[in-house]
């Protein structure tokens, strides 16, 4: 009860676990297809070479979410390209972009004064959550939602056979980097909910443990957005009680989670 009191009664409360279930939500919409074709590599480049970006947003005192939402963009399209064309190549890229968005953001943040406020970007900070923010985060979440429920079909053929989907008629690079695209906003998105450094954990754990006991996609989606979405009012529970940082602490409750059911639990085939 002490707990649901402060929630009523001070916001940064309540956003950071508005903030928490959106992020949530979003990483069940499209982490399953990420799990599926397996493109956590991917991600996990996006959202480190999304420094850079933010580095140079910092430098130029922009918002540091507008150049983090170019850079997830650009990186997410050279990635797609690279792994669609020169597939050999696409851990090299992968590896390449990654470094040099860190190294372009630390060249940038070194030439700024005072970016301190960078550390909640790198490791979250949901407590800091503004209501302005819950507004383009759900606007964000609903459209990717929408994009999703109207393309199910080929995403799906997309992320179990690219080839039988192109023989099909549908323009899979077109839609290999949509997804990408949509990836690199749920980054974006969950930058000050986990920080870069824990996003890709949040993007596919629950989708790794929805896996099992899941027959198509989109029971992957609904059970992917349950575990998240419970994942993190556990994770805030335990935060506020235990003094701990929220973020981690989500993050870790999710890997415990995942290891209880892998490898021991059998993934079930799955159908679209």
């Known amino acids: 009860m002490n707990f649901i009191t402060i929630l009523l009664h001070h916001e940064f409360l309540l956003n950071a676990l508005l903030g928490s279930l959106l992020a949530s939500i979003a990483c069940g919409i499209v982490g399953p ?18 420094l850079g970006g933010m580095g140079v947003a910092f430098f130029f005192q922009l918002s540091p979410y507008v150049g983090a939402i170019a850079a997830a963009l650009l990186v997410a399209l050279i990635l797609g390209l690279v792994s669609l064309k ?10 390449a972009l990654w470094a040099i968005g860190m190294a372009v ?33 759900g606007g964000v979440t609903a459209i990717i939602g929408l994009f999703i429920a109207l393309f199910y079909k080929e995403f799906v053929a997309l992320s179990f056979d690219m080839e039988f ?21 749920i980054v974006v998105l969950l930058i000050q909910v986990v920080g870069l450094i ?75």
């Open 33 to 50: 297809f990420v799990v599926v074709r397996r493109m956590s590599s991917i991600a996990g480049g996006i959202a480190h070479a999304i």
């Open 165 to 185: 989907a192109y023989v099909r008629g549908i323009p899979t690079t077109f839609f290999y980097l949509f997804l990408l695209c949509m990836v690199a906003l």
């Open 198 to 272: 824990l996003v890709i954990a949040l993007l596919t754990l629950p989708a790794a443990i929805s896996r099992h006991g899941a027959t198509s996609v989109a029971k992957m989606i609904f059970a992917s957005s349950l575990y998240g979405s419970f994942f993190s009012i556990l994770g805030i529970l335990l935060s506020f009680y235990a003094n701990l940082p929220t973020g981690p602490t989500i993050i870790l409750i999710a890997a415990l989670c995942f290891i209880l059911f892998f490898p021991w639990k059998k993934e079930m085939k799955l159908s679209d």
């Open 86 to 95: 020169v597939a050999h190549y696409e851990d090299v890229m992968i590896n």
């Open 105 to 137: 953001g630390i060249i940038f943040l070194s030439k700024t004064s005072g970016y301190s406020d960078l550390m909640s970007y790198l490791f979250g900070n949901v407590l800091m959550i503004p209501s302005t923010s819950l507004i383009w985060m």
